[in-house]
């Protein structure tokens, strides 16, 4: 059986950053968490051995890890970010590791295929980052039409099912993570199913792909509407390599700009950041691209990305996320520190998500002038330089990242206490960002 990958799973751990310095050289983009999560899910569906290359090292990783485990299933390491996933012949879902199952979203995707092998069973409710109510309404309305039936109770969901059957679905919202429990679930259920209102991002076409290797035809891929046949059965040794992040690329993006420094980004999916570099690029941000290149998964398309130091400005327009092909929600975060830097006024419209915004202001602390205007909006004041603070993790990924982006360009020594939140999305940061100039330290506490 696997080991997680991290010792610690509290939180206790800190980081120190000695922060005004410029970075340099280049750093490669990871491969994708929320690609892995999808990656990991699917692979339930099938009844041999999956083996998956490119899987981050991360905290999320180490909690699907426990929860497959935990239910039988045989989850072994065979190189450093390579996985190989055995289902069992028969499903232990009422040993589920229910602490580790609160703290991921992602358990919500093993609906679609446990529902393969299971006619009853319970999932305890979905944890991952405290940024407000987050409803499952899309992935109830969509596994209702296939004959599903999810029952909340008090701290867990009861899902029945019968006769699955194929079925023409209009998501209720356009969710990566109900598009992808959708595709997992109606990928054994023969005949044609149309989904409807599909955001087509990074992790649900990788799902796309991965799916397609497993013989599953898939229609669409890469629009809002899919067309799946599925299939009867899944039952062959697959490989599959799970390809990058580009809010990784952009986080290293963020770093470049906030510290005002040449950085070369390797392997940034393009697609999925192109909205992004046009809106720093009007904002005056200088950067160059290289010739495209596919990802090892054979579809994705990469380029590498320089970020030289530029003046910037304020846009006249808001920022805000749009479903993809706009602006990434989780990359959105990212043009908070970026718009200190900016002169003038940017007014940044996290319309995504219950009071994720309010997250943004903790840059305050560190010297930024940012205004919050509701629960969903900031105006950001530029310029503006970082100083040097102590600042708790906020309990979200990408805002908690936001603040050591931020630290690293505040000259002098910041603390950024807790930092569990960042090691759930980040694998080795410290080590990679210290690999291009920063200095950033590991405070262990016993």
Not at 22 to 41: D, Q, R, V, Y
Not at 69 to 91: A, C, D, M, Q, Y
Not at 207 to 233: D, P
């Amino acid at each position: 059986m696997a080991k997680t990958s991290n010792k610690k799973v509290n939180g206790t751990d800190d980081f120190l950053i000695k922060g005004g310095r410029k970075l340099s050289g280049s750093i490669k983009t990871n491969t994708s968490k929320n690609g892995a999560l999808g990656l990991f899910c699917a692979s339930l569906l099938n009844k041999s051995s999956t083996t998956l290359h490119g899987i981050p090292r991360i905290e999320e990783i180490s909690r699907i890890v426990e929860i497959f485990e935990s239910i039988g299933v045989r989850v072994e390491w065979l190189e450093k970010n390579t996985i190989k996933i055995t289902p069992p012949k028969k499903f232990r879902l009422s040993n589920i590791n229910a602490d580790a199952s609160g703290r991921i979203r992602s358990i919500l995707m093993m609906i679609g295929s446990l529902i393969h092998h299971e006619l009853k069973f319970k999932i305890p409710h979905a944890g991952g980052c405290k940024m407000g109510q987050r409803t499952i309404a899309a992935h109830r309305y969509g596994l209702e039409s296939f004959g599903v039936e999810i029952a909340t109770k008090d701290s867990y969901y009861e899902i029945t099912r019968k006769k699955l059957r194929p079925a023409d679905i209009v998501l209720f919202e356009a969710s990566d993570t109900a598009t992808e429990n959708l595709l997992i679930a109606t990928a054994l259920i023969p005949g044609k199913t149309t989904l409807r209102f599909t955001p087509p991002n990074y992790q649900v076409q990788e799902v796309c792909f991965f799916l397609q290797k497993c013989g599953v035809k898939i229609e669409g891929v890469g629009t809002s509407t899919l067309v799946i046949h599925g299939v009867k059965e899944i039952n062959k040794s697959i490989e599959y390599y799970n390809s990058e992040d580009p809010i990784e690329s952009m986080m290293f993006i963020s770093s470049a700009i906030v510290t005002n420094s040449k950085l070369t980004i390797t392997r940034c999916p393009i697609d999925f950041l192109s909205v992004e570099l046009l809106k720093l690029e009007k904002m005056g941000q200088k950067y160059a691209k290289s010739k495209i290149y596919l990802s090892k998964n054979k579809h994705t398309r990469l380029c590498d990305i320089t970020i030289y130091p530029s003046k910037l400005k304020a846009l006249y327009d808001k920022i805000h996320a749009q479903p993809y092909p706009g602006i990434n929600s989780d990359n959105l975060p990212f043009f908070v520190p970026v718009a200190t830097k900016a002169s003038g006024s940017t007014l940044i419209h996290d319309w995504m998500w219950e009071n994720r915004a309010i997250y943004f202001t903790e840059l305050n602390h560190l010297g930024a002038n940012i205004v919050l205007a509701d629960q969903h909006r900031v105006f950001v004041n530029g310029p503006t330089k970082f100083k040097a603070n102590q600042v708790n993790c906020p309990p979200a990924l990408r805002p908690a990242m936001i603040v050591l982006v931020a630290m690293l360009g505040a000259k002098g020594t910041s603390i950024l206490r807790n930092v569990y939140s960042i090691n759930r999305g980040y694998e080795n940061i410290a080590s990679r960002l210290n690999a291009i100039g920063a200095n950033v330290t590991l405070l262990e506490k016993s």
